[in-house]
């Protein structure tokens, strides 16, 4: 499934329309969807229903159609000046005999559903004076709002804070970029000829159905040593200083994530945990022989982290860099040595590799993801809400995950179920998006069970259980309709 730019999703539409698809199916299968949802979602509750002039507000229109038709109440509230296909909506919606009422008046009470059918993908700039102010007035009413393809303002502020929004035809960058605003999301097919919605070019928005084959198979025949063995390196001890628990995480993050054997390489004196694991203390970074596929190194290596990477180099295996393995000196030479390495920075660290303020990586994380993937010639996980995987001009954004999973040690459980993934056979691209969508997933059962307060070590316990989600097939956060 690609992710759409709202100008991508108006090009389709337009192609749609240059092939001679009547562009007025396409609208009254979105307004039947829409009316799908909100029966759905609301039953018979009375709609009010505010719709723009353009396309979007067209939309609103089929739908209120299809809401007075099925015996839903409804007011609809509408600008003025609507052409082309909102044009006939406008007219189809009339002749049932349902008055339009001018959208300067909109007004509601307890107990109604709002439809914000103001603005999709047609939006040039930040909505002011009169929409700014109903907008307003809208996320002010505290009723539940169901926004059309996208909350009316997206990109910018302000925006319509939905309860629920049906996209359509394809999920669009704020869709996933502004996930708070969009509620619960959904997913109408509205006839768009599928041809059109193929486009390689496009990021990838990973879901269960392109990730599902990439899961490695486990043959009967199958021993600790054949499904990929993991080393760990990470962890400092200095200045009276011991970071002990991200290498044992990420052990854990490992063997969740279905390693065969992990070996642990530590400062002396850490923890001996996972009992499962294999342990090698040393007095400083250094890289013991070990018989393994992968390597993740980095996690709690304080002003050890830059060592640990240097000496994880010489093993030339395929290496997870996570946190303070993370400088450019050391990705320049895995990227020189060709190394097949997976850098896992978020916000923060990917800002201190371009040299950009961490807010800018924030604000467009799939741009970010694709400079550092493009300057370090490596494979770049941006951790953040989404979570973007880039590599050479591929780029994978992740659906999964939420803020619960904001809590210390969650990224080193992620570092050593990537390594588990490469250590099993998977290029970096597919092992890194289908680690960081099964860590996702794993956060959000957990999510739904216990809400905030999540240990990651809980989420690396979660993992197997979001595996037998992905191999039925399940976890998109997404509903299709
Ligand atoms: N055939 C199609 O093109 C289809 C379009 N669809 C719907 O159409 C939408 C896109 O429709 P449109 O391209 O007509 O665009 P919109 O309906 O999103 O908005 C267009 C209107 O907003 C005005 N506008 C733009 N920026 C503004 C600003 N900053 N402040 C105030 N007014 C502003 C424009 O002048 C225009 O009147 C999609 O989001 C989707 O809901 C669907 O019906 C499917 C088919
Ligand atoms: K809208």
């Not at 939309?59 to 082309?84: F, I, K, T």
């Not at 006939?88 to 439809?115: D, F, I, K």
């Not at 300057?375 to 941006?382: D, S």
Request: charged share 20%.
């Amino acid at each position: 499934m690609r992710l759409f730019t709202p100008e991508a999703m108006r090009e389709a539409d337009g192609k749609a329309a240059a092939m001679g698809y009547p562009t007025l199916l396409l609208m009254e299968w979105a307004g039947m969807k829409a009316a799908r949802v909100y029966r759905r979602l609301f039953g018979k509750a009375p709609a009010v229903v505010l719709a723009g002039k353009g396309n979007n507000g067209g939309d609103g229109l089929a739908l209120a159609r299809h809401l007075l038709l099925g015996g839903v109440p409804l007011r609809v509230y509408a600008a003025s000046g609507q052409g082309g296909d909102a044009l006939q909506m406008r007219q189809a919606l009339e002749a049932l005999g349902l008055p339009l009422l001018p959208l300067e008046e909109a007004s509601w009470r307890e107990g109604e559903v709002l439809v914000d059918a103001l603005f999709g993908t047609g939006l040039k700039g930040p909505l002011e004076g009169f929409y700014a102010g109903l907008v307003d007035r809208v996320n002010a009413s505290s009723l539940p709002i169901l926004a059309l393809d996208l909350p009316s303002g997206l990109p910018f502020s302000p925006h319509v804070q939905a309860t629920a929004t049906l996209a359509f035809a394809a999920l669009k960058t704020p869709h996933l970029l502004y996930r708070e605003a969009c509620g619960k999301l959904f997913l109408a097919e509205i006839g768009l000829p599928q041809a059109l919605l193929e486009r390689e070019d496009l990021p990838e928005v990973a879901t269960p159905q392109a990730l599902r084959p990439l899961l490695p198979k486990r043959p009967l025949t199958a021993h600790k040593g054949s499904v990929g063995r993991v080393g760990v390196l990470g962890g400092y001890r200095g200045d009276g200083l011991r970071y002990a628990g991200a290498p044992l995480l990420a052990a854990l993050g490992a063997y969740r994530m279905g390693a065969g054997l992990v070996h642990l390489v530590l400062p002396e004196g850490t923890p001996l945990e996972p009992l499962e694991a294999v342990f090698h203390p040393v007095p400083a970074p250094a890289l013991p022989p070990v018989k393994v596929e992968a390597l993740a190194v980095g996690m709690g290596g304080g002003p050890w982290g830059k060592a640990w990477a240097l000496e994880a180099l010489k093993a030339g295996l395929p290496t997870v860099l996570d946190a303070d393995a993370l400088h450019l000196e050391v990705v320049a030479l895995y990227r020189q040595a060709g190394v097949k390495a997976v850098l896992t920075p978020h916000a923060g660290e990917a800002g201190r590799l371009l040299g950009a303020p961490p807010e800018a990586v924030a604000q467009d994380p799939l741009a970010a993801a694709r400079a550092l993937a493009e300057t370090t010639g490596l494979t770049v996980v941006l951790k953040g809400n989404p979570t973007v995987v880039a590599e050479g001009g591929r780029l994978s954004v992740n659906p999964t995950g939420n803020p619960v999973l904001a809590t210390g040690g969650t990224g080193d459980v992620l570092a050593g179920a990537i390594a588990a993934l490469l250590a099993a056979g998977l290029p970096p691209f597919d092992a890194a998006r289908l680690a960081v969508y099964l860590h996702g997933l794993a956060g959000d059962l957990l999510a739904e069970e216990r809400g905030v307060g999540l240990l990651a070590r809980e989420v690396a316990e979660a993992l197997p259980r979001a595996r037998r989600a992905l191999e039925k097939g399940l976890g998109l956060p997404f509903a299709l309709v």
